[in-house]
T-cell receptor, first 111, second 115 residues
Framework: DTTVKQNPRYKLARVGKPVNLICSQT?????MYWYQKKPNQAPKLLLF???????READTFEKFQSSRPNNSFCSLYIGSAGLEYSAMYLC??????????FGPGTRLLVL | AQSVTQPDARVTVSEGASLQLRCKYS??????LFWYVQYPRQGLQLLLK??????VVQGVNGFEAEFSKSNSSFHLRKASVHWSDSAVYFC?????????????FGLGTTLQVQP
C-alpha cells in the first residue's frame, strides 16, 4: 500500500488566520515533503522532514512551519494566511531516497 | 544545478492517436527521472521512473518513456491515447538533498484528448 492521506481535502481560511494541514502515511517512510502547487506552475517544494530533521527551502523559510510528532504524521502550518497562500498543498513521502508518493492534496482558499 | 524543461505547455491529440510529451533535463550526473500525472482536482500520481539500465521504461496505463543521455531527454510516449488520459503531465528530476532526495519539476504539459 502506497497511500498518503491528507486532511482536510478543502480548506477555506480568512486572511490573517492560521491554517494547519495534516498528512499521514503508514509505509514507514523516512522522509515526508510538502509542496505548493498553483495553477500553471510547477509544484514547488516548501520543506521536508528526513526522520526528525526539518529542512526548509530558503525562499519559504519564514512563511511555513511544520512538525512531525511521529514517523507517520506531518503537519504544515501557516501562522497568518495571506491571499498568496491560496493553492493546492501536496504531501509526499519516500523511503531510502526512493520514489516519492503523493497524497491527494489539500486545496486551500484564502479570502 | 539540476532543472527540467517541458517545452510544450499544451498538447491536443485525437483519441486513438499516438502521443509524445517532451522533457529535457539538465544535470551534471546521471539523473533519476520521473513522470507524474495530475488529473483534475487530484494529487500527483506516478506514471514511471528511470534510475538506470534499459533506457526505455514502462509505466502504468500503456505509457513508456525513453531516457537519452546524449540528448538530455526523457520523453513520454503512448501508442494510442484515450479520452481519460486528459490531464497535466509533469516531468521531474531527483536531486540529492542531505541524507535524502528532492524533486525538481517542470512546468507541466496539459494534454487534451479530443473525441
Amino acid at each position: 500500500d502506497t497511500t498518503v492521506k491528507q486532511n482536510p481535502r478543502y480548506k477555506l481560511a480568512r486572511v490573517g488566520k492560521p491554517v494547519n494541514l495534516i498528512c499521514s502515511q503508514t509505509m514507514n517512510h523516512d522522509t515526508m515533503y510538502w509542496y505548493q502547487k498553483k495553477p500553471n506552475q510547477a509544484p514547488k517544494l516548501l520543506l521536508f522532514y528526513y526522520d526528525k530533521i526539518l529542512n526548509r527551502e530558503a525562499d519559504t523559510f519564514e512563511k511555513f512551519q511544520s512538525s512531525r510528532p511521529n514517523n507517520s504524521f506531518c503537519s504544515l502550518y501557516i501562522g497568518s494566511a495571506g491571499l498568496e497562500y491560496s493553492a493546492m498543498y501536496l504531501c509526499a513521502s519516500s523511503r531510502d531516497r526512493g520514489t516519492q508518493y503523493f497524497g491527494p492534496g489539500t486545496r486551500l482558499l484564502v479570502l | 544545478a539540476q532543472s527540467v524543461t517541458q517545452p510544450d505547455a499544451r498538447v491536443t491529440v485525437s483519441e486513438g492517436a499516438s502521443l509524445q510529451l517532451r522533457c529535457k533535463y539538465s544535470s551534471s550526473v546521471t539523473p533519476y527521472l520521473f513522470w507524474y500525472v495530475q488529473y483534475p482536482r487530484q494529487g500527483l500520481q506516478l506514471l514511471l521512473k528511470y534510475y538506470s539500465g534499459d533506457p526505455v521504461v514502462q509505466g502504468v496505463n500503456g505509457f513508456e518513456a525513453e531516457f537519452s543521455k546524449s540528448n538530455s531527454s526523457f520523453h513520454l510516449r503512448k501508442a494510442s491515447v484515450h479520452w481519460s488520459d486528459s490531464a497535466v503531465y509533469f516531468c521531474a528530476v531527483s536531486m540529492r538533498a542531505g541524507n535524502t532526495r528532492k524533486l525538481i519539476f517542470g512546468l507541466g504539459t496539459t494534454l487534451q484528448v479530443q473525441p
